[in-house]
C-alpha cells in the first residue's frame, strides 16, 4: 500500500518484527541476546532509524516468540533504505542463520 503524501506528513511507520529462535537451540539464551544487541546497534548506524526498541520475551506459552523489535521511520522511502543498508543486511544474514521464523507487520502511528 502506497500512502499519499497527506498521510506521510501526518504519521510515522512503524515496523515491528518478532523472532523465534528454535527451543532446542545449544546457548539459545545467548543467541537471543547477541540478536538483540545487533539489532539495537542498528539505531547508531542507520540515521532514517528514528526510533528503536527491542524487547526479550518473558512468556513461557509455546507460541511466544523470543525477541520482538520495534522501529520507527518518517516515511516509506526511510524504510526501504533501511532495509537495504548494508548494516543491516549483515544483521539480516545472522537472522538467518538463527531464526527459525519471524513475523513482520507494518503500520501507520
Do not use: C, W
Amino acid at each position: 500500500m502506497h500512502l499519499t503524501t497527506f498521510a506521510k506528513k501526518l504519521f510515522m511507520l512503524k515496523h515491528i518484527v518478532l523472532f523465534k529462535i528454535p527451543d532446542n537451540t545449544q546457548d539459545k539464551n545467548k543467541i537471543v541476546t547477541t540478536l538483540k544487541d545487533k539489532l539495537e546497534s542498528l539505531k547508531f548506524k542507520i540515521p532514517q532509524l528514528k526510533k528503536l526498541e527491542t524487547g526479550i520475551n518473558i512468556s513461557d506459552r509455546s507460541s511466544a516468540f523470543d525477541i520482538a523489535l520495534v522501529t520507527e521511520f518518517e516515511n516509506e522511502n526511510d524504510l526501504e533504505t533501511y532495509r537495504s543498508h548494508p548494516d543491516h543486511q549483515d544483521v539480516v544474514a545472522y537472522i538467518k542463520k538463527v531464526a527459525a521464523d519471524t513475523i513482520v507487520v507494518d503500520y501507520l502511528k
